[in-house]
């Protein structure tokens, strides 16, 4: 089964600072990866989807990066904004059944970042 | 359109009400799911439908019952629920299947959520 973990759970730096957040999986056959945003009570907002055959994807300030062999992926937030507080989730995609190119996503518990000016 | 709407945004429901959550997107995707997260929590997957069918049900309890009624609506009727079902409930699409190595947009897409509240 595959297990997603983030590290840290929660972080709070001061407003400029760059940050990474860290995620981690068990199992390295997965599609894609996936990194979202998360507001208190609302949906996820996409941020950056990464192939299994890339390296990195980048979106303005964010970049993001996967080693699908050691089973890594970092978010890379440069100089950070009160507006980036948020719950940022990792997932990963893989296939649903064994054999089948359906695919299911498997969540981390997330990073919860707090910018203060 | 590149947006998953859900509806409604906040419900309120009695233990002994029938009510329904509505999710409905214009991408093209033929896979749309259902999420159950709860404060704090990762999103739970509860049920995948690809072209129309249920691909799967993660053992979700009777009083939850999807229908896909076409590609771009996704339905999740609640009859009985508990307290403990409170939670946000999150619908997604994607396009069902992927190519390794494509440079194609294979990723999620998020509704915004409804707030469900049992009462």
């Known amino acids: 089964k595959q297990e997603v973990t983030q590290i840290p759970a929660a972080l709070s730096v001061p407003e400029g600072e760059n940050l990474v957040l860290n995620c981690s999986f068990t199992?390295?056959?997965?599609?894609?990866l996936q990194w979202f945003r998360q507001d208190p009570g609302k949906g996820l907002t996409s941020l950056l989807l990464i192939q299994s055959s890339q390296r990195e994807q980048t979106s303005g300030r964010l970049n993001a990066s996967l080693d699908k062999s050691s089973g890594r992926s970092t978010l890379y937030i440069a100089a950070s904004q009160p507006g980036d507080s948020a719950t940022y989730l990792c997932a990963v995609r893989r296939e649903l059944k064994r054999g089948s190119t359906l695919g299911r996503l498997y969540f981390g518990r997330g990073t919860q970042l707090t910018v203060w000016p | 359109d590149t947006e998953v709407t859900q509806t409604p945004k906040h419900l309120v429901m009695g233990m002994t009400n029938k009510k329904s959550l509505k999710c409905e997107q214009h991408?093209?995707?033929?896979?749309m799911y259902w999420y159950k997260q709860k404060a704090k929590k990762p999103p739970e997957l509860m049920f995948v439908?690809?072209?129309?069918?249920?691909?799967i049900n993660e053992s979700v309890p009777s009083r939850f019952s999807p229908e896909c009624p076409n590609s771009s609506l996704l339905n999740l009727h609640l009859h009985a629920l508990q307290p403990e079902d409170s939670a946000l409930y999150l619908c997604?699409?994607?396009?069902?299947?992927?190519?390794?190595?494509?440079?194609?947009?294979?990723?999620?897409?998020f509704g915004s959520g409804t707030r469900l509240t049992v009462v």
């Open positions: 199992d390295s056959a997965i599609y894609n």
């Open positions: 997604a699409s994607s396009h069902p299947r992927v190519k390794q190595g494509a440079q194609s947009n294979y990723g999620y897409t």
């Open positions: 991408m093209g995707h033929r896979a």
């Open positions: 439908y690809s072209y129309e069918k249920l691909s």
